[in-house]
């Protein structure tokens, strides 16, 4: 098994005001040559907005565009139409394919909005674009992974163009589960959302992040009361960009 650590001290940060942002991998202003992706994993920030705050209309294309909130709510309006407004317990997922333009907002007055931005690179380029959100409450395992996103339109959770499979993951104090991988190639980065635990011989702290690969399963356990994101994806980078 081979593993990449990044503790959550060394991410990349930018602070607008408006806007606090943790980036894991290279993103706007932080350039790190040793992280600007994991597999076809290409962004991973963690934004706080403040209240009546938020991102302006701004183009996207060829990109799996992929939101959690953490707390509050976040308003999305997009160039296909659609107004939505995703809060705690659901995800979000934009394909940008061919292009479109959107803008995220917080519109509470009271209190800040917390949220994961992700990007994959997706499998293809200039696919139509396509906006879809669910609500990830329903089924929610304690003690287990709960799969959240997948290739498969008919499967648990929301899809986008790749080989890719998250789940999360709640864990009681000293409890643990098994994690396999669905293609040998894949790699999983696994990012603590809260409490910590060990992967292998590691221990992960709250938002530290460890990318894995190269083995068919890894065991997860938690230390203390733990929410932990795995994110499998696939290691080599889609034709287009090589």
């Known amino acids: 098994m081979k593993t990449v650590y990044h503790k959550a001290d060394t991410r990349g940060h930018a602070n607008h005001g408006w806007l606090n942002s943790y980036h894991t991998f290279s993103f706007a ?99 139509e674009p396509r906006y879809d959100q669910k609500s990830i409450k329903e089924g929610e395992k304690i003690n287990g992974f709960q799969q959240i996103l997948s290739p498969d339109k008919n499967d648990d959770g929301v899809w986008i163009h790749q080989d890719a499979w998250f789940n999360l993951g709640k864990f ?39 990318g894995i690969w190269d083995t068919q399963s890894f065991n997860v356990e938690a230390i203390e009361d733990t929410e932990i994101l795995l994110m499998e994806v696939p290691m080599e980078l889609p034709h287009y960009l090589k």
């Open 29 to 127: 202003n932080y350039q790190n040559r040793e992280r600007t992706h994991f597999g076809v994993l290409r962004v991973l920030n963690d934004d706080t907005v403040t209240q009546g705050m938020g991102f302006g209309t701004h183009p996207h294309r060829d990109m799996e565009i992929i939101s959690i909130p953490l707390e509050g709510d976040l308003e999305h309006k997009d160039s296909m139409g659609t107004t939505a407004v995703i809060k705690k317990g659901e995800i979000q997922v934009m394909s940008a394919g061919t292009g479109v333009m959107h803008s995220e907002y917080n519109k509470n007055k009271d209190q800040a909005v917390k949220f994961l931005q992700i990007w994959v690179f997706p499998r293809e380029t200039g696919v």
């Open 172 to 210: 009681t104090q000293g409890n643990g589960k098994n994690y396999m991988f669905h293609k040998k190639e894949n790699g999983v980065y696994a990012f603590v959302l809260k409490g910590s635990a060990k992967i292998g011989d590691r221990i992960l702290n709250e938002r530290d992040g460890l």
